[in-house]
C-alpha cells in the first residue's frame, strides 16, 4: 500500500539542471530503500541512485558527482538533483521503494517522468 508520484522532468540543454521529486504516501517498515531508476528507449531499465531509510547513498557510475539523491525529513519526498545534464541521461526516470517482509520483497513503482537533454 505505497503510492508513488514523479515529477519535475522536462526539456534541458546538456549542462543545465532538473530536480526530480518523487511523493511518497501509504505504509512502509521501518527499513526500506527507495531509488530512482530511468529506462531509455531500446535499454534496460537501470539504477540511478538509492538512498535507504539509515540515509546510506549509492549512485551509478555514470552519474556520479553530477546527481545527488535525498529526502525531506518525513520521507513524504524523495528528490534527485541532477546537475550537468547530457544527452545521455535522456530516459523515462521511475521512483522506486523495496522492502522485505517475512522474507518476502516488495517493489512498489511510479509512473515515471520523461527527462529530454538536447540543445
Known amino acids: 500500500q505505497v503510492h508513488l508520484v514523479e515529477s519535475g522532468g522536462g526539456l534541458v540543454q546538456p549542462g543545465g539542471a532538473l530536480r526530480l521529486e518523487c511523493a511518497t504516501s501509504g505504509s512502509r517498515p521501518s527499513i526500506f530503500t527507495m531509488g530512482w531508476y530511468r529506462q531509455a528507449p531500446g535499454e534496460q531499465r537501470e539504477l540511478v541512485a538509492r538512498?535507504?531509510?539509515?540515509?546510506?547513498?549509492d549512485y551509478a557510475d555514470s552519474v556520479k558527482g553530477r546527481f545527488t539523491i535525498s529526502r525531506d525529513s518525513g520521507w513524504n519526498t524523495v528528490y534527485l538533483q541532477m546537475n550537468s545534464l547530457k544527452p545521455e541521461d535522456t530516459a523515462v526516470y521511475y521512483c522506486?521503494?523495496?522492502?522485505?517482509?517475512?522474507?518476502?520483497?516488495?517493489?512498489?513503482w511510479g509512473q515515471g517522468t520523461q527527462v529530454t537533454v538536447s540543445s
Open positions: 538512498i535507504t531509510s539509515s540515509d546510506t547513498t
Open positions: 522506486n521503494v523495496h522492502f522485505v517482509l517475512l522474507g518476502r520483497p516488495f517493489d512498489y
